[in-house]
């Protein structure tokens, strides 16, 4: 799939009923990105303005059912593209919860071998989900709607196939992706350490987006203030459990966003953050 444009056409089928079942027309016309408060792990939940659903990540543990239930319509059951940036338990095991729950459609995923109890389920998982399975790599796109090619998702990381490839530390495998929904911009980025984000760096890729998903829980591996410049997010979204065991996120990031003057917003202090986009303005907001 070198190169390759991925098109989702099941993110159509259900237009005609979240029409019906949407009351607030100008609502209906947002794309929503939420950063789920899971406790310590990554769970980001986008809706487009059809009602159909994302998943990237699923935290540590059943919180996501319950969140993903707060914001699903009741009779959608569907989540049609989830996206497990690397196989650790934070990110992880809330999909499981979430493949036995609902149907879903498609799995975007590195590939990589490892040797957890978790990742044996999860193969267990996707396998009896008859989902289709991508295998991610580079310069894939998802193309949110077939009438708007502005609005996707495009793979940054990694930038060749992982698949088959063992790793004890799965972070730096974590794919990175960056949401583009006209004029504004989400980057998304697992748990990549410095050394990805220099590489990154280093192919010149166009990383600026209006929103950045602080890599690793806010960790001091992590957003080096050159990578930081280079996205220049207006806000940093930090997914942490409360009173972490790992002491994330390290003071050492948080004095780099605040020295670029970046908005910072933690799901243990601020709870679930909710931005919404039209495609040329963004609002947030968040609640405990
Ligand atoms: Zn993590």
Known sequence: MKGGLIIIGILFVLNILAWVAVDDLSRAQLLEVIFFNVGQGDAIFIQTPQKHQILIDGGPNTAILEKLGAEMPFWDRTIDLIILTHPESDHMLGLLEVLKRY????????????????YKEWLKSIRDEKAKIIIVQASQKIILSRSDIDKFIEVLFPFESLEGKEFKDSNNTSIVAKLVFDKNSFLFT???????????????????????????????????????????????VIQVGKDNSYGHPHKETLDTLEKYGIIVLRSDVDGDIKIFSDGIKYVFNFQN
């Open 190 to 236: 697992g748990d990549i350490y410095k050394t990805i984000e220099k590489e990154i760096l280093d192919k010149g890729i166009d990383i600026g987006s209006d929103v950045l998903k602080v890599s690793h829980h806010g960790s001091k591996t992590s957003s080096a203030p050159e990578f930081i410049d280079k996205v220049s997010p207006e806000i940093a």
């Open 103 to 118: 149907k879903v459609e498609n799995i975007l995923w590195t590939g990589i071998v490892r040797d957890t109890s978790g």
